[in-house]
């Protein structure tokens, strides 16, 4: 870096300045080598619109800090020019008395020449217009990156993923199609019902493998608690069979942990599996964007799956649980007025997906392991009391509710990466983060849970529960790579977003079909359904038809939400009013032919045997139950409507 001091130094006979700077362009041709390039760049933006511009920057996945880049490196090049040029003599007026010379002149000279023609001959007041230009133009930069932010579909937070270009029918590498012997299913069950028989049904059409049910023949009678006990123990149950030592060699293996009786799976596993990497891999762009080098430091990755709520319950919003949790990247007008306000036609339906729900998880097994573990043990510090006073925890623990363990082990993730983001962070960051707001590791915006304002996602200015473990740590004890199903691509859950969804037949105009959802619920936002490519005709289920009108995925009724505009794997039916459950299973794609299509996936064993054990499940105890077991011929008309 040059200094240009205030000492006047003697004259030198050099002839002219631009022998000094072609020197100087010998000895240092980094300096000068995109200035060129640079000032082109600039002028190409000038001439295009601003609307084009700002989708140019933020239609990508994550954003691109080339842009910012470039400028500061414009600025740098030129106040490095200006103070090279200070230690000379002003450069002579072009030989205008040689026109073969004026054509001669190369493109450097003629920028080296203008650029040095502009500066002032005083030293400090020439000092002050740099600094003043360099200031104006960080100002420049960071005003125009913060007005690129609008409320359309594609110009969003730049950790945003817009749902078209998630590539989930594009997933590369050796687990980008899964064969059902690499994947396992849990289900934390202590009985059979009609509704624990649809849910198998659906699995089974399917093609899904075999699950294990955890928690069989168990009696709960705790009153004190949700389900009289039973949701404490989904955490215990399935903790078992992952601490299973005949399990261990299963931990590359995905498993799917899913409620019993809310659950119905509508797609094949194959899209279950490419989804999940996908999602995975867009979650970690938004990551490492909001982190910024703390994401490739402290190696984080996104591993487990949740389904994702629009509310961070039963937890107080004012806990740990809940506040650190980062914005939703769903489009921030995707309500309408109603987006993120407490105004839509329930208390929450106007909220964007940003925290989790317990009733669909997916992930290795190695790390599911470490996270049931986690809650296992923040379960029974709980119910010894350990929280006991605290007034941001309900009695008894939420009142046994397992989802509020998980929902704190997300909440102090998300604290933590925000205290190893700022752990990485040195001056010049915090400095630059300033002028450009968006670059990749600058501070999250202010934006509101609920009602209130999260201006500091560690400290927010309102009344709220301390995390009791606030420091760095070096070994990720807070780390579990968590993360939720924001635009309900895996598992859509209905609690307050039963608004958001319905039937479609991609094949048959979308407007009447949203006009009158067959739940009743009038749909709060602008539909849209495209057809996803992930869905490969006479796979789960299709190949069960005769070949002869064997139907396409296009002509089929499809659950929908018709707001983020995908299909979702799963229908998680957790609203505490039920009723959809039985209004709803008629509208299912295989109504009408479950019987025929049950039969033929058994006609599929290789003998008696692997036939009988088509739609049933393997128990924690060791049991082996099949479909009669479990579905006795009185509930046939309520699971096959016959």
């Not at 870096?1 to 000094?20: E, F, L, Y």
């Not at 002028?435 to 590791?441: F, S």
């Not at 004890?477 to 895996?490: A, L, P, Q, T």
């Amino acid at each position: 870096m040059c200094k240009c001091g205030a000492v006047r130094r003697p004259s030198r006979q050099v002839g002219s300045t631009t022998k000094g700077f072609r020197g100087i362009a010998a000895r240092r041709p980094w300096l000068f080598r995109h200035s060129t390039r640079h000032a082109q760049t600039l002028a190409d933006n000038e001439a295009t619109p601003v609307s084009k511009q700002i989708q140019g920057v933020n239609s990508s996945t994550t954003h691109d800090p080339s842009l910012a880049s470039s400028l500061v490196s414009s600025v740098v090049v030129f106040l490095s020019t200006a103070c090279l040029s200070a230690t000379s003599v002003s450069p002579p007026p072009p030989r205008t008395d040689d026109p073969q010379h004026a054509i001669k002149m190369t493109t450097f000279e003629s920028w080296q020449h203008n650029a040095a023609a502009l500066l002032p001959t005083r030293r400090p007041r020439q000092l002050l217009i740099l600094i003043g230009a360099f200031l104006v133009t960080l100002l420049l930069v960071s005003v125009s990156l913060q007005n690129s932010e609008t409320s359309s579909w594609r110009v969003r937070r730049p950790w945003a993923t817009d749902v078209d270009t998630i590539p989930v029918g594009t997933v590369k590498g050796d687990d980008a199609i899964a064969e059902p012997k690499r994947m396992h299913m849990v289900i934390p069950v202590s009985k059979s019902d009609p509704r624990f028989c649809k849910n198998m049904l659906a699995q089974t059409i399917l093609g899904y493998p075999r699950p294990t049910v955890v928690m069989w023949d168990q009696k709960f009678d705790d009153d004190r608690y949700l389900g009289k006990g039973s949701h404490l123990a989904k955490i215990s149950g399935t903790l078992k069979w992952l601490e299973d030592p005949k399990n261990k060699k299963y931990d590359g293996d995905l498993v799917i942990m899913i409620d019993a009786y809310d659950v119905w799976f509508q797609l094949p596993p194959e899209t279950l599996v490419a989804r999940y990497h996908a999602l995975r891999a867009a979650e970690d762009k938004r990551i490492a964007q909001r982190m910024g080098k703390a994401f490739s430091r402290e190696k984080i990755s996104s591993k487990v799956i949740f389904s994702a709520s629009k509310r961070c319950g039963p937890n107080e919003i004012r806990s740990v649980a809940c506040y650190p949790v980062p914005e939703s990247p769903l489009p921030n007008d995707i309500y309408g007025a109603v987006t993120d306000t407490m105004d839509g036609p329930s208390q929450w339906a106007g909220l964007r997906t940003r925290h989790l729900v317990s009733g669909f998880i997916i992930g290795p097994v190695k790390d599911m392991r470490r996270i049931f573990q986690r809650a296992n043990r923040n379960m029974a510090k709980c119910l010894e009391g350990d929280q006991k006073g605290d007034k941001y925890y309900l009695p008894k623990c939420h009142k046994g509710s397992d989802q509020s363990f998980f929902n704190e082990m997300f909440g102090q993730q998300e604290y933590h990466r925000e205290v190893m983001r700022r752990h990485h962070r040195n001056a010049w960051d915090r400095f630059l983060d300033g002028m450009v707001p968006t670059r990749p590791g600058a501070p999250r915006r202010p934006h509101k849970i609920e009602t209130l304002l999260i201006d500091d996602p560690l400290n927010p200015s309102f009344d709220h529960q301390l995390m009791s473990d606030p420091e760095y740590h070096v070994d990720q004890r807070y780390e579990f790579g968590i993360m939720v199903d924001h635009f309900s691509e895996v598992s859509h859950q209905t609690s307050n977003a039963l608004h958001d969804t319905t039937f479609v037949n991609h094949s048959a105009p979308l407007g009447p079909q949203v006009d009158k959802p067959a739940h009743g619920q009038k749909i709060i936002c602008s539909p849209r359904a495209p057809m996803p490519r992930d869905l490969v005709d006479n796979t789960g289920g299709l190949e069960l038809f005769a070949e002869q009108g064997r139907p396409r995925w296009e002509q089929l009724p499809l659950y929908s939400d018709v707001c983020n505009g995908v299909i979702p794997v799963v229908a998680h039916h957790n609203w505490v009013n039920k009723k959809p459950i039985d209004t709803l299973w008629p509208s299912m794609w295989w109504t009408g032919h479950a019987r025929q299509l049950l039969d033929a996936r058994r006609a599929q064993a290789k003998d008696e045997n692997e036939r009988k054990r088509v739609g049933g499940v393997d128990t924690d105890t060791g049991k082996s139950l099949t479909w009669d077991d479990l579905c006795p011929a009185e509930w046939e008309k309520d699971v096959f409507l016959n």
